[in-house]
């Protein structure tokens, strides 16, 4: 499956990628500098972006940003750097934190650091990349979530919480936006278990799930608005028995999910 223009953001804006001085934000960042992206790489540590920078070749172009997600006056800061670059065409919201905390070693404080930065992080860095997809009329975001808040494991409550509010972040935007700009697609994507020090030791690699993603940030049809998928697989959201009686009734055929190519 592909689709949407795969230069600097889809039509010469630019991608704006969390979270990107390791792991997952890294491989993103990386993979859409060799697909012709301009991106803007916002990370904590100047030394990880640097690496991500030197790992970053191709026909596009890499510039770090030196950003703490969970600090609005630094999202702010960062994207009036970006708009320098360009308009923000393509966000993928992946900067994440994973204390491995039991919830009875947590303080409010540091429970509310954890969704400061998974969640407030998201909503500052949309927000502001609205600004420029409202005016243009067309935009991609991307959140990456996770099913965590479906069955939290142990030493998990901040991020299960956090992860989960993401997904219902995203439904609220497409509820907000979808009928007045049609242009602008937002999309949950849940990795899966990757190989990092997030993820575990046998899990995919980086490299491996950021060419579906970044595929997915480039596909920009308005049928791609308010779907969630996993790994590289969409997923369909569950129908009623009334639904699939009345389907079958109609002789209409279930919808079948789609697929992110491994390329």
Request: net charge neutral; aromatic share 6%; hydrophobic share 45%.
């Amino acid at each position: 499956m592909s689709g949407g223009n795969e230069n600097g953001g889809g039509d010469g804006g630019i991608a704006v990628v969390t979270g990107a001085g390791r792991g997952l934000g890294r491989a993103l960042a990386v993979e859409l500098v060799a697909r012709g992206c301009t991106v803007a790489g916002l990370g904590r540590s100047a030394a990880d972006l640097a690496e991500t920078s030197a790992l970053s070749t191709g026909p596009g172009a890499f510039h770090a940003l030196t950003c703490d997600v969970s600090d609005y006056d630094s999202v702010r800061n960062a994207f009036a750097q970006i708009r320098a670059l360009g308009p923000v065409a393509i966000l993928i919201n992946n900067a994440a934190v994973y204390p491995r905390r039991d919830f009875l070693d947590e303080t409010a404080e540091s429970f509310m650091q954890s969704i400061a930065t998974n969640l407030g992080g998201m909503v500052a860095c949309s927000r502001l990349a609205l600004d420029d997809m409202v005016s243009r009329g067309t935009g991609r975001i991307v959140n990456v979530t996770s099913f965590a808040d479906l069955a939290p494991i142990c030493a998990s409550s901040a991020y299960s919480v956090s992860k989960g509010a993401g997904r219902i972040f995203t439904r609220a935007m497409v509820a907000d936006l979808e009928g007045r700009f049609p242009g602008i697609v937002v999309s949950d994507w849940i990795p899966g278990a990757l190989r990092t020090t997030m993820g575990l030791p046998d899990g995919i690699e980086p490299e491996d799930a950021a060419r579906w993603g970044a595929e997915l940030a480039l596909s920009q049809h308005p049928s791609m608005n308010g779907t969630l998928w996993e790994r590289n697989n969409e997923v369909l959201a569950p129908q009623s028995l009334k639904r699939r009686l009345f389907n079958r009734l109609l002789m209409r055929r279930t919808p079948a999910p789609r697929m992110l190519s491994a390329a």
